[in-house]
Structures are given as C-alpha cells and as structure tokens.
Antibody
Framework: QAQLVESGGGLVKPGGSLRLSCAAS????????MTWIRQAPGKGLEWLSY????????YYTDSIKGRFTISRDNAKNSLYLQINSLRAEDTAVYYC?????????????WGQGTLVTVSS | QSALTQPASVSGSPGQSITISCTGT?????????VSWYQQHPGKAPKLIIF???NRPSGVSSRFSGSKSANTASLTISGLQAEDEADYYC???????????FGGGTKLTVL
C-alpha cells in the first residue's frame, strides 16, 4: 500500500524560507510523477507543481514561479518543495500526491498534509 | 478565481441523485480527457473518485460516475448516502503555462 508522509511545515515570518519534505513508501517511487498541492484555510485546492519520475520534467503554476522549487531524491524515496520569500498568502496545508497517470493529473495517493503558517 | 467553475453548493436527500458540473474552456476540459474528481471530507486529504472523465479507481463505489460534454464535465452521485456529504473538486489538464487547474469546489449536503 502506497504511503506519503509530509513534514517540514510550521510557523514562519514573512520573507522566510521553508523546505517541505514528502517521504514515500510502498511503491517504486522513481516510476511516478509527483506533485504538490496546497489548500489555504477554508479555501479550495491549488495545484502548485509536478516533477517526473526522473526529475527531468518540471512544471509550476504561474503564481509561484521563481519562489518555489520542486525536487526529488529517488535514492531516498523523497520529494521536496523549497519555498522562499514566504508571504501571508502562502499560509496553507501543503499536500504531496502521487500522479499515477504520468502527468495526466490522476492523483491517487495523498499525504496527510503539512501546515505552513506565515505570520509575524 | 479558479480556472474551472463549479457550483458552490448542491444538496439532495438520501437515495436521490445529484450532479455537480465543472465548466472550463477548450484549453482544458474541452480539449482533453484528463479530467478527474476528488472527494474531501473535513480535515482529511482529498480522495480520487474519477479519473480521465469516466473511470473509477478500484474500490470507489459505482454510485459515482463522470461524464463530459464540450467544455463541461459532470460528476453524478446516485443513491445518495449520508457519508457522501463532503466537498468535491474537479481537476483538468490545461494546454497552457499552468498545466493543471482545479475547480473552486462544491459542498454537497445530504439533507
């Protein structure tokens, strides 16, 4: 059974940085595209970024380009999201998810989420 | 503002059927069959219930079905049950610089 566990969230001051991690288990991690999705309090889902199994294909939503960096370490079965220049509007639960459709946005397994709060 | 438009809320009584629409453009829903639907209960992670417009993952009830016509995708839930009360989100591939879009979400209330 596939499992995803996010970590790295917390309270950060505006302008600060965070690195979120997602530990994968129960499947061949390198075979799958992985994605980050966030949900602000009381709001809907927002897709942020995805990365191919090899790491060679990466896409971001326009609103985060230049501040967020997705990466993966297949040897450690881990996915990462580096977030810089944090703003209040980045406050959200951040989910990692597996894309079983190889970039077709079939997110079949999700982590429990990690909460990022940006406040002074 | 979400790229895909969903009704904010729908409701139905147990046993009834409801349909949630998700309207986009020819750059997303109308141009591809990569439309998926997710169910989210309060405080929980979303769950995939439909992928590629009409397909159900293993373990998802056959009461959930998906369809598409032109630029609008739809999720139908038949035989409504109390546990179906949740938020539902559509998602589509987009052929532009941001390749994935979610709808704003629909809150389903089972009366």
């Amino acid at each position: 059974q596939a499992q995803l566990v996010e970590s790295g969230g917390g309270l950060v001051k505006p302008g600060g940085s965070l690195r979120l991690s997602c530990a994968a288990s129960g499947f061949i991690f390198s075979d799958y595209y992985m994605t980050w999705i966030r949900q602000a309090p009381g709001k809907g889902l927002e897709w942020l970024s995805y990365i191919s199994g090899s790491g060679r294909i990466i896409y971001y939503t326009d609103s985060i380009k230049g501040r967020f960096t997705i990466s993966r370490d297949n040897a450690k079965n881990s996915l990462y999201l580096q977030i810089n220049s944090l703003r209040a509007e980045d406050t959200a639960v951040y989910y990692c998810a597996r894309d079983s459709g190889s970039g077709s946005f079939r997110f079949d397994y999700w982590g429990q989420g990690t909460l990022v709060t940006v406040s002074s | 503002q979400s790229a895909l438009t969903q009704p904010a809320s729908v409701s139905g009584s147990p046993g009834q059927s409801i349909t949630i629409s998700c309207t986009g453009t020819s750059n997303d829903i109308g141009g591809h069959n990569y439309v998926s639907w997710y169910q989210q209960h309060p405080g929980k992670a979303p769950k995939l219930i439909i992928f590629e417009v009409t397909n159900r993952p293993s373990g998802v009830s056959s009461r959930f079905s998906g369809s598409k016509s032109a630029n609008t995708a739809s999720l139908t839930i038949s035989g409504l049950q109390a546990e179906d009360e949740a938020d539902y989100y559509c998602c589509s591939y987009r052929s532009d610089n941001s390749p994935c879009a979610f709808g704003g979400g629909t809150k389903l209330t089972v009366l």
